[in-house]
């Protein structure tokens, strides 16, 4: 039996940092024993407690530059869940709690069944790559939720592109990037006309662009350390283990929009935040020295804007986890992907154990 190696399954994924983001990663991870520090006007926020602060009790301005709501407010017009507050929020919220409740994923299940169903047979055949895998199952869903009549790999790549020209056009840089704001609101533009409804662009980034990002990582971390039995035995647990260690969504820009103190730390009316939510859920580690429920809960973030979409995340890495359990798949080999918004593999290929010889 393969020996699990915990290490090497998180210097593994590590890898997905050090390809997109290099620099940042390395200042986040230099600065994580301080909880909260300034550096000028910008506040790194590593520690839980303070992350839950921020998110609960401090009010942010939710359409600043360089935060995730005024990014999607500036190229397309706003109103779109990450900008909104008070009962337009609200309102909004309301309608994707039915959508994305229990009631919601059970109805959204059927979208994605077939897709692991192909895997399934994939496997027994040969290597897969999980990440078309990952974006079929992810364009099913948002065609889903969105209504769209769109094919669903058209929408989820439409809805990658987005994300990934968004974030370069807006990511501080020493170099200029001509064209970059360009080619992000025509990315927005291909995006919204596959929609029904615009408003659901937001809905259809966040959703494709996490789970393209969290599912094969956490897959991957499966297959390296060999728990293929848990996953068989009890895969919602593991799901739920495994978004913690990857945190897909490893740093919220936010701003300040009042004068706050937060364990002791002094914010500012518009400091830009950097909430790092990758060490708010202790991804570092593999148990949580804090609280248990805040660290499972912090890569989709808390307070009024906490991810709607983190039930159906975890059903659908959980159902992804059942269906490779009966192969015990093994990592064959991972790539990054430079250019996403979110840390990801650009290909995860998984092959099945070679069968031992007798004897
Ligand atoms: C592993 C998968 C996912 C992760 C790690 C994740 C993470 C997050 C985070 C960190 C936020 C910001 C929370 C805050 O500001 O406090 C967020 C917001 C959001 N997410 Fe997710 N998410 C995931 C999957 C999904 C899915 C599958 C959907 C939809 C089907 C979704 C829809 C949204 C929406 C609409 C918002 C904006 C909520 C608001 O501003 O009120 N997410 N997510």
């Given at each position: 039996?393969?020996?699990?190696?915990?290490?090497?399954?998180?210097?593994?994924?590590?890898?997905?940092?050090?390809?997109?983001?290099?620099?940042?990663?390395?200042?986040?991870?230099?600065?994580?024993?301080?909880?909260?520090?300034?550096?000028?006007?910008?506040v790194?926020?590593?520690?839980?407690?303070?992350?839950?602060?921020?998110?609960?009790?401090?009010?942010?301005?939710?359409?600043?530059?360089?935060?995730?709501?005024?990014?999607?407010a500036?190229?397309?017009?706003?109103?779109?869940?990450?900008?909104?507050?008070?009962?337009?929020?609200?309102?909004?919220?309301?309608?994707?709690?039915?959508?994305?409740?229990?009631?919601?994923?059970?109805?959204?299940?059927?979208?994605?069944?077939?897709?692991?169903?192909?895997l399934?047979?994939?496997?027994?055949?040969?290597?897969?790559?999980?990440?078309?895998?990952?974006r079929?199952?992810?364009?099913?869903?948002?065609?889903?939720?969105?209504?769209?009549?769109?094919?669903?790999?058209?929408?989820?790549?439409?809805?990658?592109?987005?994300?990934?020209?968004?974030?370069r056009?807006?990511?501080?840089?020493?170099?200029?990037?001509?064209?970059?704001?360009?080619?992000?609101?025509?990315?927005?533009?291909?995006?919204?006309?596959?929609?029904?409804?615009?408003?659901?662009?937001?809905?259809?980034?966040?959703?494709?662009?996490?789970?393209?990002?969290?599912?094969?990582?956490?897959?991957?971390?499966?297959?390296?350390?060999?728990?293929?039995e848990?996953?068989?035995?009890?895969?919602?647990?593991?799901?739920?283990?495994l978004?913690?260690?990857?945190?897909?969504?490893?740093?919220?820009?936010?701003?300040?929009?009042?004068?706050?103190?937060?364990?002791?730390?002094?914010?500012?009316?518009?400091?830009?935040?950097?909430?790092?939510?990758?060490?708010a859920?202790?991804?570092?580690?593999?148990?949580?020295?804090?609280?248990?429920?805040?660290?499972?809960?912090?890569?989709?973030?808390?307070?009024?804007?906490?991810?709607?979409?983190?039930?159906?995340?975890?059903?659908?890495?959980?159902?992804?986890?059942?269906?490779?359990?009966?192969?015990?798949?093994?990592?064959?080999?991972?790539?990054?992907n430079?250019?996403?918004?979110?840390?990801?593999?650009?290909?995860?290929?998984?092959?099945?154990?070679?069968?031992?010889?007798?004897?």
């Open positions: 039996m393969r020996r699990p190696h915990r290490l090497t399954a998180r210097a593994a994924d590590r890898t997905v940092y050090l390809r997109s983001h290099p620099v940042l990663f390395a200042l986040l991870a230099a600065t994580r024993r301080r909880p909260v520090l300034r550096l000028g006007r910008t790194l926020v590593h520690h839980p407690e303070a992350y839950r602060e921020i998110l609960t009790r401090v009010p942010l301005d939710r359409t600043a530059e360089h935060t995730t709501g005024g990014t999607a500036r190229l397309t017009g706003g109103g779109l869940l990450f900008d909104q507050s008070g009962p337009e929020h609200r309102g909004s919220r309301r309608e994707l709690a039915n959508l994305l409740g229990s009631d919601g994923i059970a109805a959204l299940r059927p979208h994605w069944q077939p897709v692991l169903a192909g399934e047979a994939e496997l027994a055949a040969g290597p897969v790559d999980l990440v078309p895998v990952v079929r199952l992810a364009g099913a869903t948002a065609v889903a939720l969105t209504g769209s009549t769109a094919d669903p790999l058209a929408l989820a790549a439409a809805a990658e592109r987005a994300a990934a020209t968004t974030a056009a807006h990511l501080p840089t020493l170099l200029p990037r001509p064209g970059a704001e360009r080619r992000a609101r025509r990315a927005a533009g291909q995006l919204t006309a596959l929609l029904p409804d615009p408003r659901d662009a937001m809905l259809a980034v966040a959703a494709v662009n996490t789970t393209l990002a969290a599912l094969p990582r956490a897959a991957a971390w499966c297959a390296r350390v060999d728990r293929w848990q996953a068989a035995a009890d895969a919602p647990a593991l799901a739920a283990e978004l913690r260690l990857t945190a897909a969504s490893p740093v919220l820009p936010r701003a300040a929009a009042a004068n706050a103190t937060v364990l002791g730390h002094p914010v500012r009316r518009g400091d830009r935040l950097l909430l790092v939510a990758r060490h859920a202790e991804a570092h580690r593999d148990t949580p020295t804090g609280d248990p429920a805040l660290a499972a809960q912090a890569p989709f973030g808390l307070g009024r804007h906490a991810c709607p979409g983190a039930a159906l995340a975890r059903a659908q890495l959980a159902d992804l986890l059942a269906a490779l359990a009966p192969h015990r798949p093994r990592v064959l080999r991972t790539t990054a430079p250019r996403s918004a979110l840390p990801s593999y650009r290909s995860c290929l998984l092959g099945t154990t070679p069968a031992r010889r007798p004897g």
